[in-house]
C-alpha cells in the first residue's frame, strides 16, 4: 500500500495558525492561593521584613499577578512572567535586587526613607564629659 500523504493543505495552514496563536490573549491568573512564604535564616534583613510584611497582609497569588500586568501596560503573559519570577525569588533566593525591592515596595504601598544613623558617643568623648 503506497498512499502518499499530502502536506500541502497543512503547510498552507500554517500562517493562519501562527497569527491565531499570536492572537490568542492569556486570561488572567484568578489563583486565590493565599502569598504567604516561609521566613529563612539565610535572608537579608531587608527581604525578612518585606516577607513579614507580605505575610501580614491577606493578598493573594492574583494580586501580584494583577499588580505585575499594570506594570507591563496590561500584557498579561508578561504581568504573569514577572509575578512568577517575583514569587520565585521571594521563595528560593536569599537576596533580592533594588529593582525587586522597589516593586515590592510599591506593591505594598510602603515609602522608602533613608536617615542619617545618629553616631553612638565615642568613649573619649564620654571621658571628656565626666
Known sequence: MD?????????ADIEKVKRLKAAKKKKPSTSIRP????????????????IRRINAKNLTYSDI???CTD?????IAEGQRLGYNIISGLKNRHSMIDT??????DFLKLDITLV????EPSEESEEEDE
Do not use: H, Q
Open 35 to 50: 502569598l504567604k512564604f516561609e521566613p529563612n535564616s539565610e535572608d537579608s534583613p531587608l527581604k525578612a521584613e518585606i
Open 65 to 67: 499577578y494583577k499588580y
Open 100 to 105: 525587586t525591592f522597589s516593586m515590592l515596595c
Open 71 to 75: 506594570l507591563n501596560n496590561g500584557d
Open 116 to 119: 542619617e544613623r545618629e553616631e
Open 3 to 11: 498512499k502518499k500523504f499530502n502536506l500541502g493543505p497543512i503547510v
